[in-house]
T-cell receptor, first 116, second 112 residues
């Protein structure tokens, strides 16, 4: 079955450590996204990538980094520079369609990161 | 950053009552998508509206796109406990970029 896999589901880290969240999709989607969700809050865009080897900053990119070396993979690194890293991180993907109809986002199950 | 506003932020209803959430933008939307996120889960796509004044129905859910394409609504008739979750609207932006901006969301609780 096609889908998006995020791992791990729960992640605990000490303050000052970098941590990388995995996101893999086998949907053959071009575009991939990372969103952050805080309790009771909406989704805020961290980074997105429209094609391999290219990515753009979203609204809250500071303290995060990404890479897109393969179409299927879009890992997110939460660096020690991120002041409030504890949150729910969601990865999503979609086909790029240059028309009035935009294909929907498919989300992974998310990773809950806790930094103490 | 760019954001689409949703109201209300929270809504508690008795099972069987109706529920409506509204999505408003200061700019004209090319189209709009709606998602549902169950507690502890991830957002799941519900529907997309493209045309001005468009109305679409999915069983007890009715989605509308404003005539000026600056607002949208989701109405649930006779809520059930399975409707619990957070409902988000999202605006796909494809001019010069390809990203999706989410509304602030409306959290629905249904009391049995």
């Amino acid at each position: 079955d096609g889908g998006i896999t995020q791992s791990p589901k729960y992640l605990f880290r000490k303050e000052g450590q970098n941590v990388t969240l995995s996101c893999e999709q086998n949907l053959n989607h071009d575009a991939m996204y990372w969103y952050r969700q805080d309790p009771g809050q909406g989704l805020r865009l961290i980074y997105y990538s429209q094609i391999v080897n290219d990515f753009q900053k979203g609204d809250i990119a500071e303290g995060y980094s990404v890479s897109r070396e393969k179409k299927e993979s879009f890992p997110l690194t939460v660096t020690s520079a991120q002041k409030n890293p504890t949150a729910f991180y969601l990865c999503a993907s979609t086909l790029r369609q240059e028309s009035s109809y935009n294909s929907p986002l498919h989300f992974g199950n998310g990773t809950r990161l806790t930094v103490t | 950053g760019q954001q689409v506003m949703q109201i209300p932020q929270y809504q508690h209803v008795q099972e069987g009552e109706d529920f409506t959430t509204y999505c408003n933008s200061s700019t004209t939307l090319s189209n709009i998508q709606w998602y549902k996120q169950r507690p502890g889960g991830h957002p799941v796509f519900l529907i997309q509206l493209v045309k001005s004044g468009e109305v679409k129905k999915q069983k007890r859910l009715t989605f509308q796109f404003g005539e000026a394409k600056k607002n949208s609504s989701l109405h649930i008739t006779a809520t059930q406990t399975t409707d619990v979750g957070t409902y988000f609207c999202a605006e796909p932006i494809t001019s010069g970029t390809y990203k999706y901006i989410f509304g602030t969301g409306t959290r629905l609780k249904v009391l049995a």
